[in-house]
Every structure is written in C-alpha cells, then in structure tokens.
C-alpha cells in the first residue's frame, strides 16, 4: 500500500524568500513517480512538478526543484522567490509504477506575506 | 486547451435524492479518475476508467456510488439516496497514456452538499 505523509501543517514566509515543503512516503513499488499539486483559494487543482523514482537528478520548474532523497522516502518542495500568489495548499502524491492512483498527503498550507 | 470540465459546480440535495455529477476530460485523454475531497478524509481515491473501461473502484463506497464512462469524452459519477455524510467536493481527473498517465490534470470539482 502506498501511504504520503506531510506533518507541516501551515507555513508562513515573507514574500522573495525560498521555502521548502516536506513529505515522506511509503511504497513497496521498486518504481515509483512523485508529484506535487497546488490547490488555489477558488479550490483549483494544479500539477507543478513530477519526480521519477529512477532519476538521481531533482526536477526543477520555473522557481518550483525538488529535493529527493531516496533512501530516506523524502521528496521536499523548493520554492525560491516566493511570490504573494503562491499563497494555497500544497500537497504531495505519489503513485505506482503499474498503478495509476494518486495518493496524496493531508497538505501544506502556505501563506507568502508581504 | 480547454482542461477538464464538471458540472455542475454546486449542487444541493435533499437527504434521500440522487445526484449525478458530471466530468468532460481533456480532448485525448484516456484515463478518467475522480476523486473526493472533505476537511476529515483530505484527498481520496474513488474510481478510474481507463479507455472508457473501469479498471478499479476500490475507493468507492459500496452502496448507492456507481460511476459510469459511456463514451471517451464524458464520465459520470451517481450518487443514490444521498447522505450528509456524502457532503464533499468531487473531483475528476484525467491523464494521457503518451504521458505514462503520470500527470493527473483535475477539473474545478463539484461541491456536493446533502442537507
């Protein structure tokens, strides 16, 4: 069974600094991809990044890199430059290399202050 | 590109009625997942559709919940005899097989409320 963890519940950082999100998670799959998602005030769900288990690199996108430490079942989310509209949740998730599901974490609550 | 569409948005039911919910995927996409958001659960699995086929519906509560995906550009999700427990927002997704169905792209999501 897949299982995501995220136990920061709410952030708050000053706007044009780098923020990093924790998650951890649990699979038995030798192969593995990991994603975050943003849910907007209006409730929008939106894809920001994907981390294939296989890859040693960490993906980055725009101002959005992950941190993926294998051996600790860690994907951390980087957020440099933070911007006031990056206010929302975020969450983490993760699915199966023969599976299609999502499983998502209980979200990160970011607010960027001015 | 349009994304995922669902209607309706918000609906209100009577405890004891039906609510059909409804989800166009993106143009091309052939796996249809929905899903089902409250504060107490947070984000979960329902039921997924691939090619119009289901291929799993171990999320979905086994009484009164049926989905059904009729054609590759619509899937709809049935609520019978609808309890307040069942208040949530209902969320379709859908992915591309040329992506490995990696990334999940969801809809604005029906907000169900049973009073």
């Known amino acids: 069974a897949q299982k995501v963890t995220q136990t920061q519940t709410s952030i708050s950082v000053v706007e044009k600094t780098t923020v990093t999100m924790d998650c951890v998670y649990e699979t038995r799959d030798s192969s593995y991809f990991l994603f975050w998602y943003k849910q907007t005030a209006s409730g929008e769900i939106v894809f920001l990044i994907r981390?294939?288990?296989?890859?040693?690199e960490n993906a980055t996108v725009g101002h959005y890199s992950l941190n993926f430490q294998k051996p600790k079942s860690s994907i951390g989310l980087i957020i440099t430059a933070t911007q006031i509209e990056d206010s929302a949740v975020y969450f983490c998730?993760?699915?199966?290399?023969?599976?299609?599901?999502?499983?998502f974490g209980s979200g990160t609550k970011l607010t960027v202050e001015p | 590109n349009a994304g995922v569409i669902q209607t309706p948005r918000h609906k209100v039911t009577g405890k004891g009625q039906e609510a059909t919910l409804w989800c166009e995927p993106i143009s091309g996409h052939s796996a249809v997942f929905w899903y089902r958001q409250t504060i107490v659960q947070g984000l979960e699995f329902l039921t997924y559709f691939r090619n119009q086929a289901p291929i799993d519906d171990s999320g979905m509560p086994k009484e009164r919940f049926s989905a059904q995906m009729p054609n590759q550009s619509h899937s709809t999700l049935k609520i019978q005899s609808t309890q307040p427990q069942d208040s949530a927002v209902y969320l379709c997704?859908?992915?591309?097989?040329?992506?490995?169905?990696?990334?999940?792209?969801f809809g604005p999501g029906t907000r169900l409320t049973v009073l």
């Open positions: 981390q294939d288990s296989y890859k040693k």
């Open positions: 997704a859908s992915s591309s097989r040329g992506a490995n169905y990696a990334e999940q792209f």
């Open positions: 998730a993760m699915r199966g290399s023969n599976y299609n599901v999502l499983y």
